[in-house]
């Protein structure tokens, strides 16, 4: 707004931190934590093509993936900064085996635990694509003082205290919730910060736009395939046909969607039966803020995404998300197949 003043990250933070009086400023201190870990590597990312940090890093994650030097930057970066925070205790990501427990004196104590992506969409890091870092946060479930064990991480998503993501792209936004719903935050690179520029981000019940990857077209449940064809059968009195709009990085194709509407879908085919997209690192947090702006995600089955109990740390799951109207309306073309998940 013009004339208004800005306001800040950590301003923002403190003045919402009285709607958890268990955290005792702790919530506050580990966002702003993860705020300057988000800006360390925004300037990573930022001078990608000036330095070194380009291309395939040699190795191979937990998911079979080929790991980006910016992907092994992106994790140690945000693990070192949680680890200094003092109150996490460990912390779960798409880049590591098992689960990272912090033993020192501080953390052994902390009341948290992280599950994150620490840069999704990698494999558009060597085109110049928006990528982004998707994180969870939870309160531990095992005593502190002991070690964080794996039960800790293997909470639904209802469970979030707090969940967002960073997306790098022609600015470097923040954008995440503590169940008061969704709020975004854009770096000003002039004063080093993350200012208020989205208060109460609400995403239009429909939309316009679908995403998804359609070269797969082909391993696609039926009712995935007859929801696409809806999407593109002309119709003027419901807006059709919608526009196709995929990136590729579940971030960027979500933050479009979040604000003008659509819907995203990542099913389950017949090369992935359990889904690809992982519950914990990806699903979980995105559907935390886009049921808080108004919006669905389900795993296409009529399933709420925050219900599902994990299993296992790496757990795919399919995912459909988005405009609540558009989210139902596939789960429509989905419901008349016997297809269950």
């Given at each position: 707004m013009k004339g208004a003043q800005v306001q800040t990250l950590n301003e923002v933070i403190i003045q919402q931190q009285s709607a958890f009086p268990y955290a005792k400023g702790e919530l506050?201190?580990?966002?702003?934590?993860?705020?300057?870990?988000?800006k360390i590597v925004h300037k990573k990312v930022n001078k990608a093509g000036l330095v070194?940090?380009?291309?395939?890093?040699?190795?191979?994650?937990?998911?079979g993936?080929?790991?980006?030097?910016?992907?092994?930057?992106?994790?140690?970066t945000f693990i070192s900064s949680f680890k200094s925070s003092g109150i996490v205790a460990g912390v779960a990501t798409e880049e590591q085996d098992e689960i990272v427990v912090f033993t020192d004196n501080l953390s052994v104590n902390g009341n948290y635990i992280i599950c994150m992506d620490p840069l999704d969409g990698s494999s558009n890091i060597d085109v110049n694509v928006s990528i982004g870092t998707i994180f969870?946060?939870?309160r531990r479930i095992?005593?502190?003082?002991?070690?964080?064990?794996?039960?800790?991480?293997?909470?639904?998503?209802?469970?979030?205290?707090?969940?967002?993501?960073?997306?790098?792209?022609?600015?470097?936004?923040l954008v995440y919730t503590t169940g008061l719903g969704t709020t975004g935050f854009t770096l000003d690179p002039s004063?080093?910060?993350?200012?208020?520029?989205?208060?109460f981000m609400e995403t239009p019940k429909e939309g316009s736009i679908y995403s998804i990857n359609e070269g797969n077209y082909i391993k696609f449940p039926q009712g995935v395939k007859d929801y696409l064809k809806y999407c593109q059968v002309e119709d003027k009195?419901?807006?059709?046909?919608?526009?196709?709009?995929?990136?590729?990085?579940?971030?960027?194709?979500?933050?479009?969607?979040?604000i003008k509407g659509g819907i995203f879908i990542y099913p389950r085919t017949s090369s992935n039966p359990r889904g690809k997209l992982r519950l914990l690192y990806e699903c979980n947090p995105i559907a935390f803020l886009a049921e808080q702006a108004?919006?669905?995600?389900?795993?296409?089955?009529?399933?709420?995404?925050?219900?599902?109990?994990?299993k296992e740390l790496h757990q795919r799951i399919s995912f459909f998300t988005g405009s609540a109207n558009m989210v139902k309306k596939a789960e429509s073309f989905m419901s008349k197949y016997d297809e269950k998940q």
């Open positions: 506050s201190r580990l966002l702003t934590h993860l705020g300057v870990a988000a070194d940090i380009l291309g395939e890093a040699g190795a191979i994650n937990i998911q993936e080929d790991q980006k030097k910016l992907d092994i930057f992106a994790d140690k969870s946060i939870y095992s005593s502190p003082g002991t070690p964080v064990v794996t039960e800790d991480f293997l909470q639904e998503g209802n469970k979030q205290v707090a969940a967002g993501y960073v997306i790098y792209g022609s600015s470097t936004m004063i080093g910060e993350f200012c208020l520029s989205n208060q009195s419901t807006n059709r046909p919608y526009s196709s709009r995929y990136i590729g990085s579940l971030v960027a194709d979500f933050h479009r969607n979040l108004g919006g669905l995600a389900t795993n296409g089955y009529g399933k709420r995404i925050l219900d599902v109990k994990p």
